[in-house]
């Protein structure tokens, strides 16, 4: 049902456009980008890139020693899937390829996943408390205190883990490895958060440059609209490729601050091509040009 859900979000998208006419308005806001907004709009999601590369550099530091470019690899091939493949199934290629690049084990790979997904969505939610247009100072004060004391409560939970927890059955023995694994991930806290940190102020800045030049405005109002749609990715439904849920995402974060519906989806639509274009030709050449992992060794003497 949520398949179909996020398949009947993307089509009603591409309905809109077909009915609307407005095909011909995206790709006019496209063509007259200033070069130079482009160019340090990309140049900004390449850093975000090498952001990403480190951090997962950091957090499998015992196998990626010496090999960042590889990681890099990984990372940016990762990204690529994200963006491709529907209703989020990309997720899985950073554990496939940690795994087949590093031989990382992939419980622990998924484990190091949901934690990352998890610092996106913390540093998302505090940058969005002081972005957002309009707020009251003790609104982004407490929407703030609220992300910060959430963040601390996973990692402070997850190593509080029972000292028995091995000898644990059933979902008590399940959730006592996933603390385990998460105190693991959780380990380099203050770097990771760094990494992280610097990570979405890089994205988001690109992403709010394009989109204030498909607006065809002055101000950096387009800020909320970047966050309404990175906010949308945490939706339990996706359209395909977040294509819909993305736009949607925008255009209602705009609506509030005098930008019409259409107006805030056709420039939603254009920046969501130009983030897709970018990850997958980023993706392809550096799953091509960029160096293989250090394939871990079997026992046999062979390459895995």
């Given amino acids: 049902m949520k398949r179909l859900l996020a398949l009947a979000i993307s089509l009603a998208l591409l309905a809109w456009l077909a009915h609307s006419g407005d095909w011909r308005a995206v790709g006019e806001r496209l063509g007259s980008m200033p070069w130079s907004v482009l160019a340090l709009a990309l140049s900004g999601f390449l850093l975000s890139y090498l952001l990403r590369a ?39 290629a950073l554990p496939v390829l ?70 644990q059955t059933g979902w008590r023995g399940k959730l006592g490895k ?13 770097r990771s958060w760094a990494w992280t940190l610097a990570n979405w102020l890089v994205k988001l800045s ?34 395909v490729a977040g294509f819909g849920t993305y736009e949607a995402g925008v255009a209602a ?13 056709q420039a939603a639509l254009a920046l969501h091509l130009v983030i897709i274009a970018t990850a997958v030709s980023a993706g392809a050449l550096a799953y091509a040009a960029l160096p293989t992992g250090p394939r871990p060794v079997k026992a046999n003497g062979t390459t895995s």
């Fill in 253 to 265: 974060a705009l609506v509030p601050h005098g930008i019409t519906l259409a107006n805030g989806l």
């Fill in 54 to 92: 480190a951090r997962m550099s950091d957090e499998f530091v015992d196998v990626s020693r010496g090999h960042f470019w590889a990681m890099a690899r990984v990372t940016t091939a990762h990204n690529a899937a994200i963006n491709v493949v529907p209703f989020r199934g990309g997720e899985i």
């Fill in 206 to 239: 690109a992403q709010t440059l394009l989109l204030t030049a498909l607006l065809g405005r002055s101000d950096w109002l387009a800020s909320a609209g970047v966050l309404g749609g990175e906010l949308a990715a945490i939706l339990p439904v996706q359209g």
């Fill in 98 to 167: 940690l795994q087949r690049e590093f031989g990382v084990p992939m419980g622990r790979a998924l484990v190091s996943l949901l934690w990352l997904r998890m610092q996106d969505a913390f540093v998302v939610l505090l940058l969005a408390a002081w972005v957002w247009p309009g707020l009251d100072l003790a609104i982004r004060v407490l929407w703030s205190l609220g992300v910060l004391l959430s963040a601390w409560a996973v990692p402070a939970w997850a190593r509080a883990h029972p000292a028995n927890v091995a000898e």
């Fill in 178 to 190: 996933l603390r385990l694994a998460l105190a693991h991930s959780t380990r380099g806290a203050v």
